[in-house]
């Protein structure tokens, strides 16, 4: 579950932490309980992202209070944080004021080679083989389990139906039948495609993907160097040169405003978003994989979402572990309520997505199909200075700026100096 604020901002909506213990919820400023006390030997600091969705965070608040009902020794305090969260959990995460249980966006193996998360293995129990390919890969550094994956998001392309129709256009399978669809959709009051107000957004990694490449190989060697990358990552600037592509919309690409706003019939987003595009278009959307880049290549979908982990520097490993195990493992109606409750989700063990009602039917099934056939992770290895260094390069190239093959060579050689010291090679 990212964090989308259709009203409002993506992240910055609220702040503050909240104390869970058995029966009482304290915040910084007051008790809802003044008089409620605690027999909590320990408590656990629980870190979430400022979720946008409507309801999420109180929702944190009562599983926390179920948790601490069940286990009336171990009190939550639930942290919730606006803004930057990444570059304030790694700030913290270097002090002694690092939460217990922290969730991260697209997992870092960073985190567990250098000794700041614990290996989990053992709080999946049985219930291992019930957690899909995807979410176990993430999550797996040298053959240990180092989180527990909370929620997968499936990103996608929308479109309007009867735009589409209305233009004599079938939903495009290839790169070149989506650029072409795009400018023919284009008109002075709209554009044909929105991808994000950078005008990249997701679509340099899915070309590379939809080309037959790749990011970085298992070992860690960068691959997004080789002459299929390449050839759709020049690809992508057609859209450029057409002008076909919304630039400097309100909000961005996690929104779904620019779609059901009619700025555009095709747009860039993820899952968490059908709710809002069900209820502003009814029936009048589909949804597709990002298509192959040419006749021969695969679609693709990115598949990212939050997974929960554990400070192995803490102080509290053991109760934490607790917490992880309870919430994203045995509850399963908490973890199915809290991928469909607060916009659309994927719950990661297979089990409890085939019991979700929400993604049994309608565009939402399309979605988790797409994602089942076509799904793509970023490497454990994309960290902020591997991805900078690749999401600059095809700006470049898509910008008309340089070269192209001597900029993505450049691109490689400073991603791989980056994949080394974390591999410490």
């Not at 919430?327 to 989700?345: I, M, N, P």
Request: net charge neutral; glycine share 12%.
């Amino acid at each position: 579950m990212s964090a989308r604020r259709f009203e409002l901002s993506r992240r910055g909506f609220l702040t503050g932490s909240l104390l869970i213990t058995a029966g009482t919820v304290l915040t910084t400023a007051c008790s809802t309980n003044p008089g409620g006390g605690s027999s909590a030997s320990t408590t656990l600091n629980v870190w979430y992202h400022a979720y946008g969705e409507a309801g999420a965070q109180q929702a944190a608040l009562r599983y926390a209070k179920e948790f601490t009902k069940a286990n009336p020794d171990i009190a939550v305090k639930v942290t919730w944080v606006p803004g930057d969260y990444s570059g304030k959990l790694n700030a913290t995460l270097l002090t002694d004021g690092a939460p217990d249980v922290f969730e991260i966006g697209d997992f870092s193996e960073s985190l567990a080679r250098r000794g700041q998360i614990a290996a989990v293995d053992d709080v999946y129990g049985s219930a291992r083989s019930d957690f899909n390919t995807n979410a176990m890969e993430t999550v797996t550094v040298d053959g240990k389990l180092y989180g527990v994956k909370m929620v997968d998001d499936v990103m996608m392309l929308y479109y309007r139906k009867s735009a589409l129709s209305k233009a004599g256009i079938t939903p495009p399978t290839t790169f070149g039948e989506l650029a072409a669809a795009a400018e023919a959709l284009s008109t002075r009051k709209t554009k044909g495609l929105f991808l994000g107000n950078d005008a990249v957004g997701d679509s340099a990694i899915l070309s590379v993907w939809s080309n037959g490449g790749d990011l970085v190989t298992p070992d860690g060697t960068v691959a997004f160097g080789s002459d299929g990358a390449l050839e759709a990552l020049k690809g992508l600037k057609r859209l450029h040169d057409d002008k076909s592509l919304l630039l400097g919309f309100p909000t961005d690409w996690w929104d779904p405003s620019a779609l059901t706003q009619g700025s555009v019939p095709m747009q860039w987003s993820g899952l968490w978003a059908m709710p809002a595009v069900s209820s502003a278009l009814g029936d009048d959307f589909g949804v597709l994989p990002w298509p192959a880049y040419k006749t021969g290549g695969s679609p693709a979908v990115r598949v990212g979402g939050w997974t929960s982990c554990v400070n192995a520097k803490g102080d509290h490993v053991a109760e934490a572990k607790k917490f992880v195990q309870w919430l994203w493992v045995r509850q399963s109606e908490l973890q199915k309520d809290f991928a469909g409750s607060y916009g659309l989700h994927v719950p990661p063990r297979t089990s409890v997505a085939a019991t979700a009602e929400k993604l049994s039917a309608g565009p939402a099934k399309e979605a988790v199909a797409l994602a089942a056939k076509y799904g793509k992770h970023n490497p454990g290895t994309w960290d902020t200075a591997v991805s900078s260094a690749f999401n600059g390069a095809a700006a470049k190239i898509v910008g008309g700026q340089g070269d192209p093959a001597a900029v993505l060579a450049d691109a490689v050689k400073k991603a791989q100096r980056e994949i080394d010291k974390q591999l410490g090679r």
